[in-house]
């Protein structure tokens, strides 16, 4: 009752999902042509985003890293940020970046580059945490400055783990991608939600099976 539950409905209007479900799995490879060009788009947007966003991500992280970075304001600002970052869905933040740089791809990459900043910052910072101080206070302890240190000591123990958060990141970010022109940052969720419109499962079958791949 709560949210408006009724299964007389769906027993009703159950068959309407099983007639559009046999449509899409019916695609429409004529379609695929005007298919190629959004689908790049998309997968440009990935991967252009991921990169700028673990790259931004990775000194922001060291920063607040309480291991490393002994300021607990500064600290506790950075995470503040991240913490607000990271509760914005990519499609509110692609809305946010369509409004102040218009429609298009240049919008989904914005929105792509600061949703991976907030997730592999978050993620790092903790990994940073976790390893082992010893080299790094020895460097320092030698005269070596924090980035010297890190670099040498510290940066070799969560290359690994950083490359790992950096795929899974652009794995989230390509399906993320292909419904980000929902709100007008381009890519496969143009031709989506056009063909929803014009109710061409067909052709919607088409699109789906393409972001799949």
């Known amino acids: 009752l709560l949210t408006g539950f009724d299964i007389s409905i769906l027993i ?20 695929f ?3 190629v060009g959004p689908l790049m788009d998309t997968i440009k947007m990935s991967i252009l985003g991921s990169v700028l966003g673990a790259t931004l991500a990775l ?46 791809t240049f919008a989904g990459t914005v929105a792509i580059t600061v949703f991976t900043f907030g997730v592999v910052s978050k993620m790092m910072y903790e990994a940073i945490e976790t390893i082992d101080m010893g080299a790094f206070e020895a460097m320092e302890s030698a005269g070596g400055d924090k980035f010297q240190s890190f670099w040498t000591a510290c940066f070799p123990q969560i290359l690994p783990t950083y490359l790992s958060y950096c795929l899974y990141s652009l794995e989230m970010n390509i399906r993320a991608a292909a419904i980000l022109g929902y709100v007008g940052a381009g890519g496969l969720g143009l031709l989506i939600n056009e063909r929803v419109g014009w109710r061409d499962y067909h052709g919607l079958g088409m699109v789906l099976l393409a972001s799949a791949y």
Do not use: D, M, W
């Open 12 to 31: 009703k209007r159950g068959h309407q999902f099983i007639y559009i479900l046999a449509r899409i799995f019916h695609p429409n490879f004529e379609y």
């Open 33 to 35: 042509s005007k298919v």
């Open 59 to 104: 000194p922001f992280a060291v920063v607040a890293s309480t291991n490393i970075n002994k300021n607990n304001l500064v600290v506790s600002l950075c995470r503040f940020l991240l913490n607000i970052i990271r509760t914005l869905p990519t499609l509110i933040i692609a809305k946010f970046a369509a409004l102040i740089f218009g429609l298009g």
